[in-house]
């Protein structure tokens, strides 16, 4: 199974600030297998990105992500008042198709 | 426009089965550009995927280990949706279940269900 560790566990931020999210896998990931998810509070998972670095129907371009092998990195740039919430990586080339237990971005 | 609608009970006693349906509507469960999923969220486990169907000139099924022995989840072409049931289930499954499709395309879930709190309680 392939462990994907992110960091940090919270971010205190700004709004208008720039914010660099970690997910390290505990084996490579194939670039075209991970992605990014947004949490809000009651509401289910959104996707950000895929393949590494393409952003989702609807994602402003604000949001992107980088990577390869084992290190991941979702960047969001200027942050707005609805991006702080909870951000989780995901790989999908490998059953069971893990995630990260999730970065808190919160406002300071 | 896809989307996923959940239902089934909240509350299951312990040693019964949870049973959950999920609704699409805007796609079609025998697509074969998508995986219908199963996704389950707890303080305890984070989120954690349990397993899917597809069809790809048949029917496959893929599981986690970690429910292998417990988990059937079924398609139903007649009304368009798929199937959750958990077995011998304990308080440790209590959880926040979603079902997701997943888009072949993007390898990644593009849609999810709203969500349902299951308790597993006397």
């Known amino acids: 199974e392939i462990v994907l560790t992110q960091s940090p566990g919270t971010l205190s931020l700004s709004p208008g600030k720039g914010a660099t999210l970690s997910c390290r896998a505990s084996?490579?990931?194939?670039?075209?297998?991970l992605a990014w998810y947004q949490q809000k509070p009651g509401q289910a998972p959104r996707l950000l990105i895929y393949?590494?670095?393409s952003r989702a129907t609807g994602i402003p371009d604000r949001f992107s992500g980088s990577g390869s092998g084992t290190d991941f990195t979702l960047t969001i740039s200027r942050l707005e008042t609805e991006d702080f919430a909870v951000y989780y990586c995901?790989?999908?080339?490998?059953?069971?198709?893990?995630f990260g237990q999730g970065t808190k971005l919160e406002i300071k | 426009q896809v989307q996923l609608q959940q239902s089934g009970p909240g509350l299951v006693k312990p040693s019964q089965t949870l049973s959950l349906t999920c609704d699409i509507s805007?796609?079609?469960?025998?697509?074969?550009?998508?995986?219908w999923n199963w996704i389950r969220q707890s303080p305890s486990r984070g989120l954690e995927w349990l397993g899917r169907?597809?069809?790809?000139?048949?029917?496959?099924?893929d599981y986690a280990v970690s429910v292998k022995s417990r988990i059937t989840i079924n398609p139903d072409t007649s009304k368009n949706q798929f199937s959750l049931q958990l077995n011998s289930v304990t308080p440790e499954d209590t959880a926040l279940y979603f079902c997701?499709?997943?888009?072949?395309?993007?390898?990644?879930?593009?849609?999810w269900g709203q969500g349902t709190l299951v308790t597993v309680s006397s």
């Open positions: 805007g796609d079609s469960v025998s697509s074969n550009s998508a995986t």
């Open positions: 169907t597809s069809y790809r000139s048949k029917w496959f099924n």
């Open positions: 995901q790989q999908y080339g490998s059953s069971p198709y893990t």
């Open positions: 997701a499709r997943g888009a072949r395309s993007l390898s990644a879930y593009d849609y």
């Open positions: 084996q490579s990931v194939s670039s075209n297998y």
């Open positions: 393949g590494t670095s």
